[in-house]
Structure formats: structure tokens, C-alpha cells
């Protein structure tokens, strides 16, 4: 296959889904591998964790992370959350782990491309849009806001605000992409198509309501998240159809658990989205040389 050329005004979206997004980390490291670097990329929750690898271009070290460290307790579990307010070590992760797993701070800053990751905050529930370089705070605490779950996190402090995950407001920044007038708009999702939402049980929303009742509008965003889910997974849908936009998903449903332990499990879940990424390579590069399509 020749050279995919990647037009000016692009922008790859990544989908959230915790320990799922190591599928879009094979994904990634299959562009990382094939130089696709768009000049913009927006990520939420697990998306924008494996943006920063990607706006990096350091292949692998999503999954090293994910995989080496999945049973170390600076990574995950109540050691995590004292150091970090989340069960996973977000902390850990984004800062104390540069020191055994390097991070190329020099590409990241002055490679040339965007990045942008999705918080939602707390007081309003409605989602932030966080770019890298256009923050007077750190950009990784953007980062690590959008990936705070709700419930199993304390929020994030940016500008005086508290954020919590970009995808309780904001699972994909479709929206936003179309909104800014980007003319190839690329999305990996760690669902595959034609997956929908359930509603949430009772016990479900009595736990949201424990934990957010003082937060009448976050909590209204949590209550209707599935709502919300479904409608951009139509919209999506229809864009695709109409050839607006892109869409690498999985094949087949990832079946794993949101806190999945098993490290074979999450190996082959990276090398299936490394491989899946392969596959669509040439979808992609069609889609890339086609007309800009607005709307």
C-alpha cells in the first residue's frame, strides 16, 4: 500500500471505555507504525490517555503501561486512590511512571500536532474541551480529569472548577469536531456498531444520587448518559453512511470488565485492535483522498 496522505484539516476522535481502550492502543501503534499522525487528535477518558502516546509517537508504551503494570498497586486499587483520588493510578500513570517507562516530552511538545481532551465538569455537567499548550494549568491534569471515572474517583481541580470524566457529558467530541469545521474526521470507538445502552437500574441511580445529589445538573447529565450514548451512536451511524466521517470499531464486542485482571485477556484485546487497525488501513486511505464533505 502506498503512503497515506492525511489531509491539513483532520482530526482522529478516540473513544473512552477504561481498560477497553487498549484495543485502541493496538489501533494507534498501527498508525504510529504506518506515520499517520493527523494534525489533530481529541481524546476522552482512556482516549486521551492513549492520545498522549500517540501525540508522542511512541509505539507500544500505551500497552506497556496497561500491561506490565496492571497488577502493581500504584496502578490500580486503594493504594492508587490515596496517592491519586482514583482507583486507577492516574497519578502514577501520567507523572511517577516516566521515570521506568521513558516519555518523549520533546515530540509531544513540538511535534506539530493538537491534542485535546474532554473533562466534564462537575457544577454544570456540561463537557470542557482542554487543549494541549492553551492551558495555564498542567495539560496532564486535563488529561487526568478525563479520565477520572465517576464514583470510583474525586474530581479534578482545573481553574477552580472540579471535572470529573469526559464521557459522562461527552463519550465521543463529535459534535465539537463538526462544530469546528474539520473536513476528514476519524473516530475509533471501543464498541462496535450497532451497540446501544441499557438504562440504568434503580440501584444505579440512588448510587448517583448518593454520591452527586448536592450536583443537580451533574447528576442530571449521569441519569441520562445512556440517553445521550445512543443518540450520538445514531448520529454517528448516519455520518458514516453518508460518508462524513470515518469509523475503525471493533468487530466483535469487547467483552471484557471495566477493571479486567487478567493480563492475557488484555494482551490479545491490544493485538486484535493492532491488527483490526491493519485491516482498515486501505477503508481509511479511500476515505482520506475522498471530497471534503460538510455538514
Not at 7 to 17: A, D, F, K, M, Y
Not at 231 to 240: H, R, S
Request: charged share 20%; aromatic share 10%.
Amino acid at each position: 500500500m502506498s503512503k497515506i496522505t492525511i489531509p491539513e484539516n483532520s482530526i482522529l476522535l478516540l473513544e473512552g471505555g477504561s481498560l477497553r481502550g487498549l484495543y485502541t492502543a493496538g489501533v494507534l501503534d498501527t498508525f504510529i507504525e504506518n506515520e499517520l499522525y493527523f494534525p489533530a487528535v481529541a481524546g476522552v477518558s482512556a482516549g486521551a490517555l492513549n492520545a498522549l502516546n500517540y501525540v508522542s509517537h511512541q509505539p507500544g508504551r500505551a500497552a506497556s503501561i496497561n500491561l506490565r503494570y496492571r497488577h502493581d498497586p500504584r496502578y490500580f486499587g486503594p493504594k492508587a486512590a490515596l496517592r491519586g483520588g482514583s482507583l486507577f493510578g492516574l497519578k502514577f500513570m501520567l507523572y511517577d511512571v516516566k521515570k521506568e517507562v521513558p516519555y518523549d516530552e520533546d515530540t509531544y511538545r513540538h511535534g506539530g500536532m493538537r491534542m485535546i481532551a474532554v473533562a466534564t465538569n462537575v457544577e454544570t455537567g456540561k463537557p470542557a474541551y482542554f487543549e494541549k499548550g492553551k492551558t495555564d494549568f498542567d495539560f496532564n491534569e486535563a488529561v487526568r480529569a478525563s479520565a477520572s471515572l465517576p464514583l470510583a474517583s474525586t474530581p479534578v481541580m482545573l481553574d477552580g472548577q472540579p471535572y470529573l470524566d469526559g464521557g459522562c457529558s461527552c463519550p465521543i467530541a463529535l459534535n465539537w469536531a463538526l462544530k469546528q469545521g474539520f473536513d476528514k474526521i476519524v473516530v475509533v470507538t471501543t464498541r462496535q456498531k450497532g451497540f446501544r445502552k441499557g438504562q440504568p437500574g434503580q440501584r444505579m441511580v440512588d448510587l448517583y444520587d448518593d454520591f452527586y445529589g448536592d450536583k443537580p445538573l451533574f447528576l442530571a447529565t449521569m441519569l441520562t448518559q445512556e440517553l445521550r450514548y445512543n443518540a450520538l451512536m445514531d448520529e454517528l451511524d448516519e455520518l458514516e453512511q453518508n460518508g462524513r466521517i470515518y469509523c475503525l470499531r471493533p468487530q466483535e464486542p469487547i467483552t471484557i470488565s471495566r477493571f479486567e485482571g487478567n493480563v492475557d485477556t488484555l494482551t490479545e484485546l491490544y493485538a486484535r485492535g493492532h491488527r483490526e487497525g491493519r485491516q482498515a488501513l486501505a477503508g481509511l486511505q479511500a476515505y482520506l483522498a475522498g471530497p471534503a464533505l460538510q455538514g
